[in-house]
């Protein structure tokens, strides 16, 4: 399967961002997806997933209340919609897929995408 990420790009504080992954080849449209992050010289870290029927999503906590993650199946797509973000945010931001996301939540993927950047700065 292969994963492309978009809707990078730099935004202020307390702005928003809508990233999109669209999913191509073997798509495992019944996987859950998810996403994660890396800051510069810090290690990938999970960020969001979400179950192959949208029914279950899971969130760090550094994230809770202010990202959004959902998927279009008819699509092959998944987003995340941030808000209010914060300096903090500022990272590659990337696409996971795997049977569940407890998977997901331990950084287990099936594939990874090539990133998208966020900058959060003012």
């Known amino acids: 399967v292969r994963l492309v990420e978009s809707g990078g790009g730099l935004v202020q504080p307390g702005g928003s961002l809508r990233l999109s992954c669209a999913a191509s080849g073997r798509t495992f449209s019944n996987y859950a997806k998810g996403w994660f992050r890396q800051a510069p010289g810090k290690e990938r870290e999970f960020v969001a997933a979400i179950s192959w029927t949208g029914a279950t999503t899971d969130y760090a906590d550094s994230v809770k209340g202010r990202f959004t993650i959902s998927r279009d199946n008819l699509k092959n797509t998944v987003y995340l919609q941030m808000n209010s973000l914060k300096a903090e945010d500022t990272a590659v931001y990337y696409c996971?897929?795997?049977?569940?996301?407890?998977?997901?939540?331990?950084?287990?993927?099936?594939?990874w995408g090539q990133g998208t950047q966020v900058t959060v700065s003012s």
């Open positions: 996971a897929t795997n049977q569940f996301t407890g998977q997901l939540r331990l950084g287990s993927s099936s594939s």
